[in-house]
């Protein structure tokens, strides 16, 4: 029998050596999601400070949106949406509301805390407007969405927005604290309108009326990247109407996005214009993933498609026949197939300027680079 001093001991040397093997489990751990990170998100989670440089988001933007440098700088006002509560003609100070239509210039817009909050009419969405919920975590739901109408510079990050409902025309509070009488919407999560340099990420959307994302009228210069979509028909569009030639102008970067479970179509769907889709992941789809009309191209590089099992194998669909669809380096699993509308030949560059250029990850690596998609988690002491 031991003594109870070498019982002691033995009891020491167990608990140190577990500790110690904690620990090296938690730095390979770390170690390995800082490895999975794409490029977006490792230009800022790995910085344990990101709290107090907040504004270093906006330099992590790839694609057509490029980095975000008007968004940021010591010109920057900060506002804390503290209150829940909209009221679209006279929203009250502390609310998302208010802060879009009292400022003028910068705004960066933090949350105090955790709050779902019901938008009676859509939120109006201002020029050199960052929305951050980092930290937070907050609902936009069952009520108007956002509409980015007319405005340049727009960073949406880390919102969860679903169960977006159409909304009756009627005078809303814009930017600038000017009235503005809006048509009928249709219950999208996020509706750009005649706008630029946008960049969605990090947003967890499902569950809405029509639409998750729209694009339209003449806007241009749009990143959607890490967001999570599922639960929802049509996903996005991007492209106004058959008629609106201004979007032949279109371009748009989607990637390192995850769709799924339960999305049916238009991920995206394109008239005219140009998309760059790269290193999403698709669980599955129902009528179809990736579809156009008006003479789009689409240029679908290093995602992975994973087929529904009983259902539909084909990931494109082309209305007019008059689409220029190509895929590169994608991959395929459960039988998904593309048809390729494009000789073998055409490479349908991007043709990114040196701030919207990044590095296309292998698409065997998607499930990884797209396995934090949706809102993050930031913990209070820790990195997202
Ligand atoms: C917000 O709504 C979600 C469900 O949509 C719920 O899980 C969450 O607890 C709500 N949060 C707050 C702060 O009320």
């Given at each position: 029998?031991?003594?109870?001093?070498?019982?002691?001991?033995?009891?020491?040397?167990?608990?140190?050596?577990?500790?110690?093997?904690?620990?090296?489990?938690?730095?390979?751990?770390?170690?390995?999601?800082?490895?999975?990170?794409?490029?977006?998100?490792?230009?800022?989670?790995?910085?344990?400070?990101w709290r107090r440089?907040r504004?270093?988001?906006?330099?992590?933007?790839?694609?057509?949106?490029?980095?975000?440098?008007?968004?940021?700088?010591?010109?920057v006002i900060n506002y804390k949406v503290t209150d829940p509560s909209d009221?679209?003609?006279?929203p009250r100070p502390g609310t998302l509301r208010h802060a879009m239509?009292s400022i003028?210039?910068?705004i960066w817009i933090t949350f105090k805390r955790h709050m779902n909050i019901t938008l009676?009419?859509?939120l109006?969405?201002?020029?050199?407007t960052t929305i951050d919920a980092r930290g937070a975590n907050v609902h936009i739901a069952?009520?108007?969405?956002?509409?980015?109408?007319?405005?340049?510079?727009?960073?949406?990050h880390g919102l969860y927005?679903?169960?977006?409902?159409?909304?009756?025309?009627?005078?809303?509070?814009?930017?600038?604290?000017?009235?503005?009488?809006?048509?009928?919407?249709?219950?999208?999560?996020?509706?750009?309108?005649?706008?630029?340099?946008?960049?969605?990420?990090?947003?967890?959307?499902?569950?809405?009326?029509?639409?998750?994302?729209?694009?339209?009228?003449?806007?241009?210069?749009?990143?959607?990247?890490?967001?999570?979509?599922?639960?929802?028909?049509?996903?996005?569009?991007?492209?106004?109407?058959?008629?609106?030639?201004?979007?032949?102008?279109?371009?748009?970067?989607?990637?390192?996005?995850?769709?799924?479970?339960?999305?049916?179509?238009?991920?995206?769907?394109?008239?005219?214009?140009?998309?760059?889709?790269?290193?999403?992941?698709?669980?599955?789809?129902?009528?179809?993933?990736?579809?156009?009309?008006?003479?789009?191209?689409?240029?679908?590089?290093?995602?992975?498609?994973?087929?529904?099992?009983?259902?539909?194998?084909?990931?494109?669909?082309?209305?007019?026949?008059?689409?220029?669809?190509?895929?590169?380096?994608?991959?395929?699993?459960?039988?998904?197939?593309?048809?390729?509308?494009?000789?073998?030949?055409?490479?349908?560059?991007?043709?990114?300027?040196?701030?919207?250029?990044?590095?296309?990850?292998?698409?065997?690596?998607?499930?990884?680079?797209?396995?934090?998609?949706?809102v993050l988690k930031c913990p209070k002491i820790?990195?997202c």
């Open positions: 029998m031991l003594s109870r001093a070498m019982q002691g001991i033995t009891l020491c040397l167990i608990r140190a050596i577990s500790i110690a093997i904690l620990l090296s489990l938690g730095r390979v751990e770390a170690r390995r999601t800082v490895d999975n990170m794409n490029v977006i998100d490792k230009c800022w989670r790995t910085n344990p400070d440089n504004q270093q988001l906006a330099t992590c933007t790839v694609g057509f949106a490029g980095q975000m440098f008007n968004n940021i700088g010591d010109d009221d679209p003609l006279s239509t003028t210039g910068k009676a009419k859509p109006l969405v201002s020029s050199l069952n009520g108007g969405c956002l509409l980015i109408k007319k405005a340049n510079n727009v960073i949406i927005i679903h169960d977006c409902k159409p909304q009756e025309p009627g005078p809303v509070k814009g930017p600038g604290g000017e009235i503005m009488h809006l048509g009928p919407t249709d219950g999208d999560a996020i509706r750009v309108v005649s706008s630029s340099r946008i960049w969605i990420d990090h947003n967890t959307m499902y569950d809405s009326v029509d639409g998750l994302i729209d694009v339209t009228r003449g806007s241009t210069d749009i990143t959607i990247s890490n967001n999570w979509f599922r639960y929802q028909d049509k996903v996005m569009l991007l492209g106004h109407d058959d008629g609106f030639r201004r979007d032949q102008n279109m371009r748009v970067t989607v990637a390192f996005n995850h769709f799924g479970p339960n999305c049916v179509q238009r991920m995206p769907r394109i008239r005219f214009g140009y998309a760059h889709v790269v290193n999403n992941l698709y669980l599955g789809w129902g009528i179809y993933a990736i579809g156009g009309s008006m003479n789009p191209s689409i240029k679908s590089q290093a995602n992975l498609f994973i087929a529904p099992k009983g259902g539909n194998k084909e990931i494109t669909w082309d209305s007019g026949l008059t689409g220029n669809f190509k895929s590169i380096e994608d991959v395929f699993e459960n039988g998904a197939s593309f048809t390729t509308t494009v000789d073998a030949g055409a490479t349908m560059r991007p043709n990114y300027a040196p701030d919207q250029m990044f590095e296309v990850e292998d698409g065997m690596r998607v499930r990884d680079l797209t396995k934090s998609a949706g820790a990195r």
